[in-house]
């Protein structure tokens, strides 16, 4: 089923001539062979094809209760369900509390939190809140696995910058397939910093999450999980928020637009349809010191920017994926969506817009993290699907880092493909990417940064709190496929002169990697 014209393969002769070399090559070098798909590419380039017919949802936020702690408390639960996202036709899903995603969490520095996360899927799974500074035995990980029909209730006091964080399922090995099936929600968290600034905050008004998830439908409606590229999976068609081909109505002069790229796999690089500027306010661990004004940002699995967008009356523009650039340097990355191009969703302005406030020039100020206090520098190596040539074990502590001190991680994909790199508990700073200094994107607090092959980086960061021997936290590729292939690593944070434990039983048979080795 070709939706879509493939401009590199004009004729089906071509194509099949293509496909008929692939398979000769594999058969005369006796190597096993990935799908098809390599070879011929295809491309996916849905630019005027996606009919704007249906308002985009906006996730509801969560409810939650003070308990007699004076703790927020908040409730989720994984469970089953269905969605007609295209007309006619049912998909089954996952979401929290409904059938696809979550609500919105949202919640104060200083407040304390707790979850009261149920599982009513039929499958072991875990909820981690991505981007949260936070206790490693709260986090989420594949150490906090959740039976089906049990429940967890982690609990911790936000103690960090406003962000737009979220959450999503870490069961080792099955990230992909519930993160896909859609088990993912946005964690908003608010400080006095940001509530003084004159930004747009009016959740579903003038402020609105855009979660942007790349899907591949079957016939009969249902989402095709066992079609991958080497990346993962690599949808044809988008939803925002669940919402297929999605408008937003909007009634203000300017909005707060805050992308989350909640795919498996895919990279986007976002912009509109009149090659209009936008302002960069934050990325994922906060707001910028100023807004940068820029006209494309590029955001792979798991990362989020907030942006502000200025409309005049009366408009119609769309926020579209162009190419993303996965290789500097490198045209070779079509099959890994380089050359894709997406309608994502159509801003519609009213007639009449209510007035919005000039963006300030001033944001936060960041305390730059000193290198000069760094204790400890690491490297990290990203290639096959290995961290420093160790496979993922969940019984296996990698690295052990001391409360309070500063580290500089290096971290270089050595690999003929992109990865991506995102440790948990901490926001660091990036000092350089590939010894060049970061460009705006990358110059605020972040927990995921894209490697591309061959451009190393240098992250900054430092372990405030949390000591705990026992408890690992993760560190690992943020495209889930390769996660649950094994490119990921374990840190613990310990008293200073404490060792690393061994992390307790996980409660999950451990599974054969090289059994799903792609
Ligand atoms: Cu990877």
């Known amino acids: 089923m070709f939706r879509f014209l493939d401009k590199e393969f004009p004729s089906a002769s071509l194509k099949a001539a293509g496909v008929a070399v692939a398979v000769a090559l594999c058969a005369l070098a006796l190597v096993s062979c990935g799908p098809l798909d390599d070879f ?30 004076g703790r927020r408390v908040f409730t989720l639960t994984a469970e089953p369900g269905e969605r007609e996202f295209r007309p006619g036709e049912k998909t089954d899903t996952w979401g929290f509390n409904g059938s696809y995603l979550g609500p919105t969490l949202r919640a104060r520095r200083g407040d304390e939190v707790m979850v009261e996360f149920e599982n009513g899927v039929d499958e072991p799974t875990s909820v981690h809140w991505h981007g949260m500074h936070l206790p490693a035995e709260a986090d989420g990980g594949p150490h906090q696995m959740v039976e089906p029909g049990e429940s967890w209730s982690p609990g911790w006091e936000i103690d960090q910058p406003a962000a737009t964080l979220w959450y999503h399922p870490h069961p080792h090995g099955d990230t992909e397939e519930h993160l896909y099936r859609g088990l993912a929600g946005m964690f908003i968290l608010d400080d006095e910093e940001e509530a003084e600034l004159d930004l747009p905050r009016e959740y579903g008004v003038d402020d609105f999450p855009v979660i942007v998830q790349d899907k591949r439908f079957a016939e009969d409606g249902s989402l095709v999980e066992d079609d991958r590229e080497r990346l993962g999976i690599l949808g044809d068609t988008l939803l925002v928020n ?46 910028l010191e100023q807004p940068a004004e820029l006209d494309r940002i ?61 963006l300030p020039a001033e944001l936060v100020d960041i305390s730059e993290l ?14 096959s ?5 160790e496979e993922f074990d969940m019984e296996r502590i ?43 994107e990358l110059s605020g607090w972040k927990d995921t940064i894209p490697l591309p092959p061959g451009m190393p980086v240098r992250l900054i960061m430092r372990f405030e709190d949390y000591a705990d021997p026992e408890s690992p936290y993760m560190y690992h ?42």
């Open 477 to 518: 590729c943020h495209l889930v496929r390769h996660e649950d292939q094994g490119m990921m690593g374990q840190f613990v944070v310990v008293e200073p002169g404490e060792e690393a434990g061994e992390p307790p039983p996980h409660g999950q048979a451990g599974h054969d990697h090289a059994e799903d080795r792609g």
């Open 40 to 69: 011929t590419g295809e491309k996916v380039d849905t630019v005027g094809q996606v009919p704007f017919e249906n308002r985009l949802a906006v996730p509801p936020l969560a409810d939650s209760e003070l308990d007699s702690e």
């Open 298 to 358: 590029q955001l792979s699995p798991g990362e989020r920017a907030e942006i502000v967008v200025a409309m005049e009356p009366g408009e119609r523009v769309v926020l579209r994926s162009y190419p993303p650039d996965l290789e500097p340097g490198s045209d070779t990355s079509r099959e890994d969506g380089g050359d894709d191009s997406f309608d994502v969703l159509q801003l519609r302005a009213a007639g009449d817009l209510d007035s919005s406030p000039d």
């Open 398 to 440: 990698d690295t052990v880092v001391t409360k309070g001190t500063t580290e500089v991680w290096e971290v270089e994909n050595g690999h003929g493909q992109p990865h991506t790199f995102h440790p948990h508990d901490v926001q660091f700073q990036v000092l350089d990417v590939d010894g060049e200094d970061p460009p705006p």
């Open 385 to 389: 699907r290995r961290i420093n040539d």
């Open 242 to 287: 669940g919402t297929y081909g999605p408008y937003l109505d909007v009634s203000t002069e300017r909005v707060r637009v805050r992308l989350l790229n909640g795919s498996t796999a895919r990279t986007y690089d976002f912009g509109f349809s009149d090659q209009r500027d936008f302002a960069l306010i934050a990325t994922d661990g906060g707001l």
């Open 370 to 383: 000193d290198l000069g206090d760094a204790s400890e520098t690491r490297e990290f190596e990203l290639r």
